[in-house]
């Protein structure tokens, strides 16, 4: 069965310090890994998804990832972090196709960001 | 891009009364959508898949009596929580897959639950 791990359940940053959010995932086959952040009360928002190709995954909001089969990470990064970062952010793996494309989530790392 | 909208985005409801929450995929055909609950401060739970014109496949521990998903067309397909209690407050997000094209899964906004 698949499932991910978010280590963090709570990270606090100063504004403009660099952060990293971990993330592993257990699956059998070539994960298709996605990151998603959520403010409070709304919706998920895709930052940044990982299928195959380059390992090192650029996404919306100066995010990236970098998926490491060797270590079934896929970390999130961001060199200098804004105050409007804060939320919360989810890891999901997921499969290519017939029931194994139904997203798992991981419980998800809470970002604060000091001034 | 391909949008989910989820109605209603609030719901407050009283006890043993029924709420239906509505996902519809407004340029895309939804043939599967993923049905998601979220308890404060936790992560998304998986309820159910509901496929057009089949019935939806529950995850295990989940009430089939209670929340009762519907997929009548590609467009749409909807979530009815019967004789609500308290318990089932919660927040539900749907989410529909793409297979095609920019591969993804495209989430609604999620739907707020209150019984009082």
């Known amino acids: 069965a698949q499932s991910v791990t978010q280590p963090d359940i709570h990270i606090t940053v100063s504004e403009g310090a660099s952060l990293e959010l971990r993330c592993n995932y257990s699956?059998?086959?070539?994960?298709?890994l996605f990151w998603y952040v959520q403010s409070p009360g709304q919706g998920l928002q895709l930052l940044l998804k990982?299928?195959?190709?380059?390992?090192l995954v650029q996404g919306i909001k100066g995010f990236e990832a970098e998926f490491k089969r060797s270590q079934s990470s896929f970390n999130l990064r961001k060199p200098s972090v804004h105050w409007s970062d804060a939320a919360e952010y989810f890891c999901a793996v997921g499969g290519s196709g017939g029931s194994n494309y139904k997203l798992t989530f991981g419980k998800g790392t809470l970002l604060t960001v000091n001034p | 891009g391909a949008v989910v909208s989820q109605h209603p985005s609030r719901v407050i409801c009283k006890s043993g009364t029924s709420v239906k929450i509505e996902c519809r995929s407004l340029d895309f055909q939804a043939t599967t959508m993923f049905w998601y609950r979220q308890f404060p401060k936790k992560s998304l739970m998986l309820m159910a898949t509901s496929n057009e014109g089949s019935k939806a496949t529950y995850e295990q521990g989940v009430e089939k009596d209670k929340f009762l998903i519907n997929h009548a067309s590609l467009t749409l397909s909807t979530l009815t929580v019967t004789s609500a209690h308290p318990e089932d407050s919660s927040f539900y997000i749907c989410?529909?897959?793409?297979?095609?094209?920019?591969?993804?899964?495209?989430f609604g906004s999620g739907t707020r639950l209150t019984v009082v």
């Open positions: 990982y299928f195959s190709g380059d390992t």
């Open positions: 699956y059998g086959a070539t994960p298709y």
């Open positions: 989410s529909a897959p793409q297979v095609q094209g920019n591969y993804g899964y495209t």
